[in-house]
């Protein structure tokens, strides 16, 4: 068979797997995966109110077993062990009937041990365990509910959190505050996992932000019942203007859970309409394979169509029916006029954004609202004018002042608030990012380019900036460096710079020198470890593979040997079509993803370029 048969027969294989995830609504969904801390999440939740499933504790349980990696659980596959992932995993099977004399279990409470024991985990699992009363509240930062008092000039106003810590924060701030208890029928304890730990002291900022903590502690009592009274009333009424009704407070796991947890703690019932449609949507993210479930951070169907646009308009071949219906779709998902949480930042713009769920109307981001504008305006600019304009017009007035575009927020660059002791992930921000701007860049191009000359040169001269000295550009929402280098590249030439740029030739000399010697291109999540992991090589992706070819093409680079021999990486994997490899951030450094559709989609949006680019 020929080189370029084999080619076709490949787009045909994959076409065809694509469009089996195409709902008869037109949208595409895939399985977004994480790591073990959801499901583990979801047991600790049902015994932590009057919420049973059995069937799906059981299923999670067989998951969490089969995820254990050397006496506990990692972050992404091949990672570095994680005590917090640990800790929670190891409760919720013990939750789930799994005795703690269990050779395999005593082995995993062991390395939890070693590694500090409770007290030693992440902010968000000490909650966790404050509220099952494994550690007492003193060993979990300060977060009064009054924090929603805040003037918007306050240095910790809650609107200069990102939207998933907004979301989650507000309900947490009244969980904590009222001390929630969690029901724990079976009376488990944790108490194998205790060890004697010496306080650290942090220093600098950081460490007058913890002072500040304990003073608050020390003085919590002083705080009027009528003002603590008026911010659990904020809070509330937050909570319910926010309702994502059928879809989950934030469309987040994380905030579900505390709005279940928030408004339970100021004493409604169960059974509330509230927190059943809160239940509802945290089952909806389960993904249930044959002998096992778990759980999903959240759904992606419009960033899952979006992407599918961009690789179906070069592969379809018999009709474009699929093209338009999922287009039609995302049309229909167009938050035309309304405003969310971003209009306090700008009341005069008028809504034009896309949300990644199903529905989350309070938070359209720049980086679904770019690439579903993106592929309306590379396939029918006609049909689609008026969405094409709507989403212009609100991506200009997201722009930061730096030039950049972040994923929900304009010009957030509060570093401090990484600083203080609840922050411990370091994911309270949402400033701008290379890779959002690259792909508003991406849409750009196909408009008006004088009209928008102004937002273009901002944008292009902040990924100058930005960019790495080996030439790379950070990915803040795909791993890494491949795909904030893609992201860039790819926007970059759309408004017409000039691959023979040095900085362009800079990149394209990086994507090109971590190539592997089977062809294929791949990075792990360990490099957002900083240091020296940033050289850490991966076995070679189709994901990678697929976005560095992408990226090279559209920088002149069709007929560069590197390009074929990637392309003939993608063929030869035909008969293991599967990446265990996780393929995204969520946080970096603290939580990552696995998006299942990227293997299918992003290989076939490379080779049907590559068909074009070729002319074949």
């Excluded at 203007?241 to 987040?252: A, T, Y």
């Excluded at 930042?345 to 199903?358: C, E, M, S, T, V």
């Amino acid at each position: 068979m020929s080189h370029f048969s084999r080619i076709d027969e490949l787009i045909d294989y994959l076409v065809k797997r694509a469009l089996t995830h195409q709902d008869t609504e037109g949208y595409f969904v895939y399985p977004l995966e994480c790591d073990s801390t959801i499901s583990s999440e979801t047991i600790l939740l049902m015994h932590s109110i009057d919420w049973h499933d059995a069937e799906l504790e059981r299923r999670l349980a067989c998951y969490l077993r089969k995820t254990i990696v050397d006496d506990g659980w990692v972050r992404y596959p091949d990672g570095p062990y994680d005590l917090s992932a640990s800790i929670k995993a190891y409760f919720a099977l013990k939750c789930s009937g799994e005795s703690e004399n269990l050779l395999y279990m005593q082995a995993i409470a062991k390395k939890i041990r070693e590694h500090g024991g409770l007290k030693m985990a992440n902010v968000f699992t000490r909650c966790t365990l404050a509220q099952f009363r494994q550690i007492g509240f003193k060993h979990v930062p300060w977060m009064p509910v009054e924090m929603i008092l805040q003037p918007k000039w306050s240095w910790f106003h809650l609107h200069k959190f990102a939207y998933w810590a907004r979301a989650v924060v507000i309900p947490l701030c009244v969980t904590m505050t009222r001390k929630f208890k969690a029901i724990n029928p079976k009376n488990i304890h944790l108490k194998e996992l205790m060890v004697q730990t010496v306080d650290l002291k942090p220093k600098g900022l950081k460490g007058l932000f913890f002072i500040l903590d304990k003073i608050g502690r020390n003085l919590d009592w002083l705080i009027p019942k009528n003002i603590r009274s008026y911010a659990e009333r904020l809070a509330l009424k937050w909570i319910k203007e926010h309702d994502n009704k059928e879809d989950g407070l934030g469309g987040i796991y994380t905030a579900m859970e505390y709005e279940i947890k928030a408004l339970l703690s100021l004493g409604y019932s169960i059974d509330h309409p509230l927190i059943e449609k809160a239940i509802n949507a945290i089952q909806r993210l389960e993904i249930r394979e044959k002998n096992y479930s778990y759980m999903q951070p959240c759904i992606s169907p419009v960033w899952d169509t979006s992407i599918a646009m961009h690789a179906l308009r070069y592969t379809l071949q018999k009709t474009k029916d699929p093209l338009y219906q999922g287009l039609d779709w995302l049309a229909s998902k167009q938050l035309i006029g309304v405003l969310g949480d971003w209009s306090l930042d700008r009341p005069n713009l008028k809504g034009g954004g896309w949300a990644f769920q199903l529905n989350n109307p309070f938070y359209p981001d720049l980086d679904d609202t770019a690439m579903c504008g993106w592929a309306m305006a590379a396939i029918d600019q006609e049909r689609y004018k008026k969405n094409i304009e709507f989403a212009k017009t609100w991506l200009l007035g997201m722009q930061s002042k730096n030039g950049g575009f972040a994923a929900f927020s304009v010009d957030q660059n509060f570093d401090y608030l990484n600083l203080i002791p609840f922050a411990d992930h370091g994911a309270l921000l949402d400033p701008p990012t290379e890779d959002v701007t690259g792909r508003v860049l991406s849409f750009f191009g196909f408009l008006d380019l004088e009209e928008l000359s102004q937002s273009i040169d901002k944008a292009v001269d902040y990924l100058k900036n930005i960019q790495q000295s080996d030439g790379s550009w950070w990915g803040r929402w795909g791993t890494n460096y491949l795909y904030g280098t893609f992201s860039a590249l790819v926007g970059l030439m759309h408004v017409n710079i000039s691959p023979k740029e040095p900085f362009i030739q800079k990149a394209v000399n990086y994507l090109l020198s971590t190539q592997h010697s089977d062809g294929g291109w791949g990075e792990s999540c360990d490099s957002y470890m900083g240091g020296n992991s940033k050289k850490t090589k991966e076995s070679s992706s189709l994901f990678h593979t697929a976005i560095v070819l992408i990226a090279l093409m559209y920088t002149d680079h069709a007929h560069a040997p590197q390009v074929d021999k990637g392309i003939e990486y993608l063929l030869r994997r035909k008969e293991s079509w599967f990446d265990t490899h996780f393929n995204a951030p969520g946080f970096p450094r603290v939580f990552y993803l696995k998006y299942h559709g990227y293997e299918i989609l992003f290989p076939l949006w490379a080779l049907g370029l590559y068909k074009e680019k070729k002319g074949i």
